[in-house]
């Protein structure tokens, strides 16, 4: 009989976000009258339309491919020049950042690019991952193999967490131990917390001196109105040996359902075979890409490539104008409520302290159950999670501003 992969059965429960759909739905099923009531700020997924500039350009390159002299079939695996060429001087070499054309691979999204990114990378790495965390960064390892059972709390054995918490802003120290993959997200999701210059810097110099490989995941860069706040990795100096960059085009262009993401790897990033021989990641890359991956539609690539234009640009800054005044007014709530309030002001989350002695899921279910509002419960991002939620800011601001009321209806109630 074929054999399965066992790795998949050390897997917890479901995936943190159908999980939460799933609940909703019982809860909709056992009181349909409410159905139309639910506003829902659990997942980060958008509300807002696609930009003008976007849909106008994916008009013009669908008509192309109506053209037997202007269609296109399977294009180049790794991302059309244009739009290579666009992300590398609108993102980094504008801004003062060496990241050549080549060094960027266009993809459907960055959950994808964090979670395929292991097909380069060995057994025996030991990871490292923050909690609490995107939980893409702990299943897709589990599901490679590279830890061993969880515990009753949760936590993977053969996996280094390093816990962030209120005390060190989210963001943790680098390790007393040597560890090869780091995962880090600034701005954080699901905290909302920025690194600082400085702490990305102690960590670009701990994994030069380590031999270690940063997975950076910045794809909620364009939230960042600190100019103090690096929005790359490769603002640090020495990052181009060490880090691989994620962004997305998901949420400051609204591609949710569009997809289209990239991942920046540096020719000059190495790392060792097994015989201890240093080899650069960028070629193994490619060939994965080309290998197991047919790359984005024209059409979506020919949008992703008008959000650089003046209109692109303006159409972004004016949706994450929208999205970060929702954040505003989310935080302000939780804050006049006496929550103990992170994130929500240089990314589209607000996370919060639960009140009295509510755990997280408890805080969900209170909040759907009275309130007819979705969250997302801190412990489905780890056990550094547990006692505090998650409230996304992407929504209506009508829906946000009927959200700020309902809170207070819960809150208040502790």
């Known amino acids: ?23 909703v739905q019982a809860f909709t099923d056992a009181n349909p009258e409410v159905a139309g009531d639910i506003i829902r700020c659990g997942i980060g997924d958008v509300t807002e339309p696609l930009p003008a500039a976007a849909r106008d350009a994916m008009k013009a390159a669908v008509d192309e491919l109506g053209e037997r002299s202007s269609f296109r079939g399977y294009g180049p695996e790794q991302g059309y020049d244009f739009l290579r060429t666009a992300i590398a001087e609108g993102d980094y070499r504008g801004r003062g950042i060496e990241v050549a054309d080549d060094e960027i691979f266009v993809s459907d999204g960055s959950k994808c690019d964090t979670g395929n990114i292991l097909d380069i990378f060995g ?28 515990d009753a709390s949760g936590a993977y054995e053969g996996i280094h967490y390093m816990p962030c918490t209120a005390e060190n802003g989210f963001v943790p120290a680098v390790p007393n131990e040597k560890v090869d993959l780091i995962y ?30 940063i997975l950076y995941d910045a794809a909620y860069q364009a939230f960042v109105g600190d100019d103090s706040i690096p929005r790359s990795i490769y603002e640090i100096d020495g990052a181009r040996e060490c880090a691989i960059e994620f962004r997305s085009f998901s949420k400051n ?3 949710t359902g569009v997809r289209c993401a990239f ?12 015989t201890g021989e240093k080899m650069p990641l960028h070629p193994l890359w490619s060939r994965r890409q080309s290998t197991k991956f047919n790359s984005v539609s024209y059409p979506v690539q020919r949008a992703a490539e008008a959000l650089y234009s003046e209109a692109g640009k303006a159409q972004i800054s004016a949706l994450i104008k929208h999205y970060m005044g929702n954040a505003k007014l989310l935080r302000e709530a939780c804050t006049a409520l006496g929550l103990n309030v992170f994130g929500g002001e240089n990314a589209p989350y607000v996370w919060a302290a639960c009140p009295g002695s ?13 309130a007819k509002v979705v969250i997302t419960p801190g412990a489905g991002f780890g056990a550094a999670g547990e006692g505090f939620f998650r409230i996304s800011a992407f929504n209506s601001r009508e829906n946000v501003e009927e959200v700020c009321r309902r809170l207070e209806t819960v809150v208040g109630s502790f």
């Open 184 to 213: 880090l997200c600034y701005p954080n999701n699901p905290t909302g917390a920025t690194a600082t210059r400085e702490q990305l810097t102690n960590w670009v110099k701990y994994a030069q001196a380590n031999g270690s490989i």
């Open 1 to 23: 009989m074929a054999k399965l992969n066992d790795n998949y059965l050390k897997l917890k429960a479901g995936y943190l976000f159908p999980e939460i759909g799933r609940r």
């Open 123 to 150: 057994p025996g790495n030991t990871i490292a991952i923050t909690d609490p965390v995107y939980p893409v960064y702990v299943d897709t390892n589990v599901m490679a193999g590279n830890t061993g059972d969880a």
């Open 253 to 255: 262009g609204g591609f």
């Open 263 to 274: 991942t920046v790897v540096p020719k000059t990033l190495l790392a060792e075979t097994s």
């Open 358 to 370: 509510i755990d997280s899921w408890g805080m969900f279910d209170k909040m759907l159950a009275e």
